[in-house]
């Protein structure tokens, strides 16, 4: 979902096609299908490249806002449909949680939603066969057995062709083909009477209906069918799917189908099947009313979503006479299946057999010989087989039970001393009834039941298991489909609405040379992680992975949401670059680490000087205290009346600070006897010539 509008972003060559491609593919281009990458070349050119080149391309500033007014909702807005299988020997987990196996042969209808004024009517109908018996050996044919016992039917049904239609659409059959008939196309697939094949062009639109074909495994045994109008999408798989190829043992495919269905929320169903008001929905909002075998009770309350198929849902009395009567139509079948009256019970599911009749615009297609693939069944089966001890008897869960029980009680504990009539009869129900290691089927099975009832039924370990991890499989990719409905306080009433799980688009700009990986894996949910890598001639830069979370708040517990965390934006730089970066930050280093030690060296000298310099001017200071700071304005000669503390006296400093030098020195008057006999009287002193002893030379 991170649609990135760049035509440079790089898609993966050994895949078929790349989500994060910046272009539009057509339907069906990733997993599981796999179709190769195709642009319609007028609606890319509307919708991505205009866009593209007018918001942003052309602009002179980068595309945040493009991408912000145009980013896809991805799947934020999307409501997840309402799912149900039918798969293996009558195996069923409808729409609305309600799981069973049936059997019953004959044409059901699968899916019948009447027209409104908002919806079509859709039509889908299931034909269901007995399987054969696959002991019988054909290698005996002409020998010891006939052609009419080729074909020995069990009393396990599969599912042997679809047909389905809406109004104003054509009408599509999906059939297996017969017996010694499944080599080279495993299915036959038939739209208005004409067999249609998908070899070259995996991908075909008809009125209404969109066909796919995933054709990776060879015979076209993996088939989706769309109803575009009423948005109802079929899973049609021959066999599982199965690669007989590389089952050394087969020769040919088991000749059985399972189907997947979807039905949408705009048919009031509900993903997690719950029916909570729903027939006050249905009359104020003018719903249909959705029923067929994948919906059998539409009036009841579904059934518990955690509960699992237990032996009691086996062909249990308690239903399956119901749904014989409100689903079979009249006519198919063996003659013992139905016995209501028509018109009393199903009243409201149509009567017609889609298989046996057409349209008045296909009819003249009836001559075609393919017309009988569809009309006639796969495994026919002689006439004795429908009557008398051969017919169809529904084995019940109590009745599996009791035959693996006996069946491995013969094996491991083979009586002895047997009359010779008691030992012909163990032997004969052994042959007729007992799979061929019933011991081997309870420890590989355990206590799922749709895989101890198709292991016992048709005696083959592999579509035992198959079932198995289809029956697991579905109910994995159930619950998460669900597991994003929550509740929602309105202001009437308490809703649970369902919304995705999703977190949307990475709001980042999508830079040249990058590329999102995985590629064929959903980006956008729950625990999802995407990743950004670029070519291999660049290095990706920023944040590359991203994961999809939920944000809780505490507070609120019914309130959260989902977000990419938070990182930097993803972009690639060329490898030449990288290295011309890397070089260059080596040569500036050791440039720097240079400079930085000529920086400290010259400032240790800076400090050395200042320190020096310092030293010298303190040496010349002048000893403000032995300084005559008094102003005179005219210099006398002391007198020897006054005191001589304030004589003016000098003295300077050494330059050697010892405590010898910084004593004061004594003053005199002179410093010799010639400049004491120079001295002449003072002025300011009258008479001072006759002072005793001033002319004297003491």
């Known amino acids: 979902m991170q649609t990135p509008y760049q035509p440079v972003i790089k898609t993966q060559k050994e895949y078929f096609y790349n989500p994060g491609y910046p272009l539009r593919a057509y339907e069906f281009g990733t997993a599981p299908y796999m179709g190769q990458f195709e642009v319609p070349g007028l609606s890319v050119f509307h919708h991505d490249y205009m866009p593209y080149f007018y918001c942003c391309k052309f602009a002179d500033f980068r595309c945040q806002l493009f991408y912000w007014r145009r980013p896809s909702s991805a799947c934020q807005e999307y409501q997840p449909p309402a799912t149900g299988q039918a798969s293996g020997a009558g195996t069923f987990y409808t729409i609305d949680n309600d799981k069973f196996i049936f059997n019953e042969p004959g044409v059901f209808n699968f899916l019948y939603i009447p027209q409104t004024i908002r919806t079509p009517e859709v039509r889908i109908q299931i034909r269901m066969e007995r399987y054969p018996n696959r002991k019988v050996d054909f290698g005996l044919l002409g020998r010891y057995i006939p052609q009419s016992d080729l074909v020995q039917p069990t009393n396990a049904t599969v599912i042997t062709g679809i047909a389905l239609e809406a109004t104003g659409t054509d009408r599509v059959h999906v059939v297996t083909r017969k017996d010694t008939r499944r080599f080279r196309y495993r299915t036959d697939i038939l739209v208005g009477n004409i067999l249609r094949y998908f070899d070259t062009i995996r991908l075909q639109r008809f009125r209404g209906v969109l066909i796919y074909v995933n054709n990776v495994i060879r015979g076209q045994p993996e088939i989706y069918v769309v109803l575009e109008e009423a948005q109802i999408g079929v899973k049609i798989r021959e066999s599982y799917a199965l690669d007989i190829d590389r089952l050394s043992m087969y020769q040919e495919s088991m000749g059985m189908l399972d189907i997947q269905l979807s039905v949408p929320p705009q048919y009031g169903v509900r993903p997690d099947g719950d029916k909570t008001r729903e027939q006050q929905y249905r009359l104020l909002y003018n719903l249909p009313r959705v029923s067929g075998l994948m919906r059998p009770f539409p009036e009841q309350t579904s059934g518990a979503l955690n509960l699992g198929l237990t032996l009691n849902d086996v062909n249990s009395a308690s239903y399956r006479q119901q749904i014989i009567n ?4 009249l006519g198919s079948g063996e003659s013992t ?18 298989f046996t009749t057409s ?46 029980n006996t069946c491995r009680d013969l094996q491991n504990n083979q009586p002895t001393n047997l009359q010779p009539y008691q030992a012909i009869t163990s032997l004969q129900y052994g042959i007729q009834h007992c799979p061929d290691d019933p011991a081997q089927i309870l420890n590989d099975c355990g206590d799922n039941i749709p895989c101890l ?12 298991q198959e079932e198995e991890d289809e029956w697991n499989t579905f109910l994995v990719e159930r619950t998460d489909a669900i597991r994003q409905c929550r509740l929602i306080i309105n202001e009437l009433h308490l809703n649970k609405v369902c919304s995705d799980n999703s977190c949307g688009a990475i709001n980042i700009e999508y830079p040249e040379y990058m590329m999102k990986t995985p590629a064929l894996a959903s980006g ?27 944000v809780v708040d505490y507070n609120r517990p019914n309130s959260y949401r989902y ?24 040569v500036f280093g050791f440039v720097g680490c240079l400079i930085a030690i000529v920086l400290v060296f010259v ?37 020897i009346r006054d005191d001589l503390s304030e004589a003016p006296r000098t003295a300077t400093m050494p330059a050697r600070g010892t405590p010898a030098t910084l004593e004061p020195q ?33």
């Open 603 to 639: 400032l240790f000298w800076c400090i050395k000087q200042r320190r020096l310099q310092e030293q010298r001017q303190y040496g010349t200071y002048q000893n403000k205290g032995f300084t005559n700071d008094m102003g005179t304005a005219s210099r006398r000669a002391p007198s």
């Open 563 to 586: 977000e990419w965390n938070k990182g930097e934006q993803p972009w690639c730089r060329s490898r030449v670059k990288e290295n011309y970066f890397k070089w260059i930050a080596i």
């Open 524 to 550: 956008y949910l729950q625990g999802d992680v995407a990743r950004f890598d670029c070519y291999q001639s660049h290095w990706i830069k920023g944040d590359h992975e991203y994961k999809c979370g939920i």
């Open 666 to 698: 004594r003053l005199s008057p002179a410093s010799s006897a010639t400049d004491l006999r120079s001295r002449g009287a003072p002025p300011s002193i009258p008479g001072g010539g006759n002072l005793l002893g001033l002319n004297t030379s003491v």
């Open 453 to 464: 009832f198709d292991y016992t039924l048709m005696n083959s370990k592999i579509l035992a």
């Open 326 to 329: 409100n689903f079979q139509v």
């Open 337 to 354: 299946a139905q016995i209501n009256t028509a018109g009393v019970l199903n009243q409201e599911m149509p009567s017609d057999n889609m």
């Open 359 to 404: 349209t008045e615009e296909d009819k003249q297609f009836d001559v075609f010989p393919e017309a009988n693939s569809r009309a006639n069944p796969v495994f026919k089966t002689a006439p004795i087989y429908e009557t008398g001890p051969f017919r169809f008897v529904p084995q019940t869960g109590a009745d599996i039970l009791q035959i693996l």
